[in-house]
T-cell receptor, first 115, second 110 residues
Framework: GAVVSQHPSWVICKSGTSVKIECRSL??????MFWYRQFPKQSLMLMAT?????????EQGVEKDKFLINHASLTLSTLTVTSAHPEDSSFYIC???????????FGPGTRLTVL | QKEVEQNSGPLSVPEGAIASLNCTYS??????FFWYRQYSGKSPELIMS????GDKEDGRFTAQLNKASQYVSLLIRDSQPSDSATYLC??????????FGAGTRLFVKA
């Protein structure tokens, strides 16, 4: 399957700071990337859909000014959590659309802890 | 009504048995269906995809799709303790956007 990387794999930050998470498709071009959040023992929650070169589409209830998404190239999307607070602590996972039959491949995830 | 429904489990099976995971969906126009496996603390991993009615086998895994009944299942033969994970059913609603079920937790007892 296609390979998607995320960086960093984990991050601890102070409340009020901003954190940037990178998602890269390593061996394919991803026109569309997705950002998910997952709290313990819960399912994936789609936050936004990101298309290369255009503005991201956010799901209902997700603050676009707090979760900034940039998809500047076909292999890189970034999620910036601005002014992070403890309630933003979660497991953030990116997904990239593959080239075969609408399959989606996931990065390894980034565990964010806000103190 | 949720778009993708799964029994949350846990489903517990003995080692070597067949584990049967089920999923129903409400969107009749969906054409692509997927099963993902997620280990605790890790991101989901695609294990099976199925697009047409019937069975699709890949090693110990068999996916079954019945579009008329809006039902998709995953069978795991010769279950191993390493198969213990949460299994997510998913369907594609257009482009690459995927809707996920809440997942079924599977425990395989040694």
């Amino acid at each position: 399957g296609a390979v998607v990387s995320q960086h960093p794999s984990w991050v601890i930050c102070k409340s009020g700071t901003s954190v940037k998470i990178e998602c890269r498709s390593l061996d394919f071009q991803a026109t569309t990337m997705f950002w998910y959040r997952q709290f313990p023992k819960q399912s994936l929650m789609l936050m936004a859909t990101s298309n290369e070169g255009s503005k991201a589409t956010y799901e209902q209830g997700v603050e676009k000014d707090k979760f900034l998404i940039n998809h500047a190239s076909l292999t890189l999307s970034t999620l910036t959590v601005t002014s992070a607070h403890p309630e933003d602590s979660s497991f953030y996972i990116c997904g990239a659309g593959g080239s075969v039959d609408n399959e989606q491949f996931f990065g390894p995830g980034t565990r964010l802890t806000v103190l | 009504q949720k778009e993708v429904e799964q029994n949350s489990g846990p489903l517990s099976v003995p080692e070597g048995a067949i584990a049967s995971l089920n999923c129903t969906y409400s969107d009749r126009v969906s054409q692509s269906f997927f099963w993902y496996r997620q280990y605790s603390g890790k991101s989901p991993e695609l294990i099976m995809s199925i697009y047409s009615n019937g069975d699709k086998e890949d090693g110990r895994f068999t996916a079954q799709l019945n579009k008329a009944s809006q039902y998709v299942s995953l069978l795991i033969r010769d279950s191993q303790p390493s198969d213990s994970a949460t299994y997510l059913c998913a369907l594609n609603t257009g482009g690459f956007k995927t809707i996920f079920g809440a997942g079924t937790r599977l425990f395989v007892k040694a």
